[in-house]
């Protein structure tokens, strides 16, 4: 793993990965922990507030440009900060399994999906997590290939499993 990359990013790049980080690290916990608890409501609005400021940061990042300064990528900013809301009234009003199926697809779109994008040859968490030491970089996503499988696999978070 080299950090240098990342060090050496624009301030929106630093930023929008300092917001995504207590994303990822909530959401396992918020998955496979109880629900509906004091503790699962407070966790809740830290893990959503994350994921709005990733949504606002990633509007500052242009490396990208395939549509002037954005890039499909930015859509996925405004369909999440949409989700947000959604979640947040489901959750208000009491609609469990809308704001479950709701949270449960912005953390495979916008977490899984565009985390692996993330990955790909040429961007910055590629150089950070996968050189100059690969093997760093393989047990990191090792680590993080292993959290999805237990999370597919578990029933209250698996994006294969019909509410009830």
């Not at 994303?23 to 503790?39: D, I, N, S």
């Not at 949270?103 to 910055?124: C, D, E, K, N, Q």
Request: charged share 10%.
């Amino acid at each position: 793993m080299d950090p240098q990359p990342l060090i050496d990013a624009s301030w929106p790049v630093r930023l929008h990965v300092a917001a995504v980080l207590p994303a990822l690290l909530l959401t396992p916990v918020m998955l496979l922990g109880a629900k509906g608890t004091p503790r699962h409501r407070m966790l809740g609005r830290i893990w959503l507030a994350a994921m709005v400021a990733t949504a606002v940061t990633a509007l500052f990042i242009h490396e990208i440009r395939l549509m002037g300064p954005f890039s499909p990528i930015h859509l996925l900013s405004i369909l999440t900060l949409a989700t947000a809301w959604t979640i947040l009234r489901s959750a208000r009003a009491g609609r469990v399994r809308a704001h479950r199926s709701t949270v449960l697809s912005l953390v495979w779109l916008a977490l899984v999906g565009a985390g692996v994008f993330t990955l790909l040859p040429g961007r910055i968490m590629h150089q950070v997590m996968l050189t100059p030491r690969p093997w760093a970089g393989g047990a990191i996503l090792a680590v993080i290939a292993g959290m999805l499988v237990l999370l597919a696999l578990h029933p209250a978070s698996s994006p294969f499993r019909r509410p009830r």
